[in-house]
């Protein structure tokens, strides 16, 4: 939930109107009780100030912090702890953000023009220099922490409140302090941290004011890390055609994937810039392999003699035919951050604009799973609720993912290390069709043993009158060696054989029925 500190004094300091929330902290306007002033006071979340140590840590990040004294950089009056809020107290300045004055530009087609660029990027480097000198490091440059105040200045806002809070991700949570879209590579790694991540930072600031847009578009926060890590920017030309030639190797430097390459002091950023707003030569030397005419001749006559040598011993030869290919394991997959923790409360929009339609409210806290994402909007559900609808990501605080541990081989304790046999399937009879034995016409001695006399038909039942078709015998299986009786070899599929209907035989006696065994009958023999 949300914690709602208007009308609350922390210290002498009376909040009196909440202004708006970010990744760290959510700020209030108040009222100095004492001098009777306008001041901001920023209440850090209370996941952030979870870790040991971080008492002593913001007591002394907080009197390093406002030992800045700079036109371009906010004031810092005041810190305090009160009833588990950590708080610090700083000047209060009216005015739209950078972030909001992008906002506005865009949604009109219209581009920040380039003198306005020029003003906004000198003040930012004054501030920057400043603190450089002093040892502090920003580590969250980004637009939405620039205010361009009513009065004319442009004022740099949460100096070093990241280092306050401790780290980059915050190992309690796993939330990522900082944002993804202007981050340094080695800061996103948790690695050192120095000016030259600002100069990293305020490039990437420099290519959204030129251009109106972010250089990357992701998925996830994780995703975004990625390409700021193994991607280089594009080039702001392609994007907006009046800009000063050698503007994109001023930025490409300044973001170059490892800190060695870039610019090593704010001094030579501002120097760079200088020279290619002015298409004056650029202070740095863009390298450029080139081969001279004797190495690519040399390289041509070793050319030749190697192709020469590989046609006298048949290496141009019909090769065989390669080996199949076999299946190679695709790489694990990165994880992936696939929810947030709403800062908030905060409205659910319809559509990835402020004037859509307001669909819902998530209180703060509340986790939500990340859909899809518009530039800086997120489409996110509700995990409790199911509520859908679209955020800004300074509205977020990403949540990494958990390790999953690997399944291991290794059976329990008391398991038995007997393999089990698979169970064997138990073939299925297959239904064979009874051949239909075609009955054999016997004859039956006569009375005294005599001959059989003609008149007499034959019945196939003991003690049954002279039928008009004799019942079928019953099937015999002869054994191989057996060539008294016919043996039916059809196979299964093929079709049962007609019945024959023979002519009835007349006998002086009943037939002798046999017995249904394997053993083939045998007429009896005629005396």
Known sequence: ?????????????????????????????????????????????????????????????????????????????????????SYVVMEYVPGPTLKDRLRELSARGEHLPIAE???????????????????????????????????????????????????????????????????????????????????????????????????????????????????????????????????????????????????????????ALDAAFEGRRLPFRIRRPRASRAWLALAGVVLLLLLGIAAAQGWFAA????????????????????????????????????????????????????????????????LSGGLTGWVMDENLVFILPTATPTPSNTPPPGASLTPTPPPTSTPRPTATPTPTASPTPTLAPGPGGGSPGPGTPTSTLPGVGPTSTPSRAPTLTPPPTSTLAPTDTRTPTAPPAPTLTPTPTRTLAPSITPTPTNTPRIPPTLD
């Open 319 to 382: 090769s065989p035919p390669p080996p199949t290919p076999t299946a190679t394991p695709s790489p694990t997959a990165t994880p992936r951050i696939l929810r947030a923790r709403i800062i908030g409360p905060v409205d659910l929009h319809e559509q990835p604009d402020q004037s859509s339609r307001v669909v819902g409210r998530l209180e703060h806290g509340a986790e939500v799973a990340l859909l899809d994402q518009n530039g800086s909007w997120w489409h996110v559900r509700a």
């Open 117 to 271: 660029v020029r003003r906004i990027l000198a003040a930012l480097i004054a501030a920057l220099r400043y603190a450089h000198r002093a040892g502090i490091v920003h580590r969250d440059l980004k637009p939405t922490n620039v205010i361009l105040a009513d009065d004319g200045r442009v004022v740099l806002t949460d100096f070093g409140l990241a280092k306050l809070v401790g780290s980059s991700v915050h190992t309690a949570s796993m939330a990522m302090i900082g944002t993804p879209a202007y981050m340094a590579p080695e800061q996103a790694q948790a690695g050192a941290v120095d000016p030259r991540s600002d100069i990293y930072a305020l490039s990437v600031t420099l290519f959204e004011m030129l251009t109106g847009r972010l250089p990357f578009e992701a998925e996830t926060p994780f995703a975004m890390i990625t390409k700021h890590s193994q991607e280089s920017l594009p080039r702001a030309s392609q994007l907006r055609r009046d800009l000063p030639r050698g503007l994109d190797q001023v930025i490409l430097k300044a973001t170059a994937k490892s800190p060695d390459d870039r610019f090593q002091t704010i001094d030579q950023f501002a120097d």
């Open 1 to 85: 939930m949300s914690r709602d500190l208007v009308g609350v004094t922390l210290g002498k300091y009376r909040c009196v109107e909440f202004i708006g929330h970010g990744g760290m902290a959510e700020v209030y306007r108040a009222v100095d009780t004492d001098l009777e002033r306008i001041v901001a006071v920023k209440v850090l979340h209370p996941f952030l100030v979870s870790e040991d140590g971080f008492v002593d840590r913001f007591r002394r990040e907080a009197r390093t912090l406002a030992s800045l004294q700079h036109p371009n950089i906010v004031n810092i009056f005041d810190s305090g702890l009160q009833d588990f809020n």
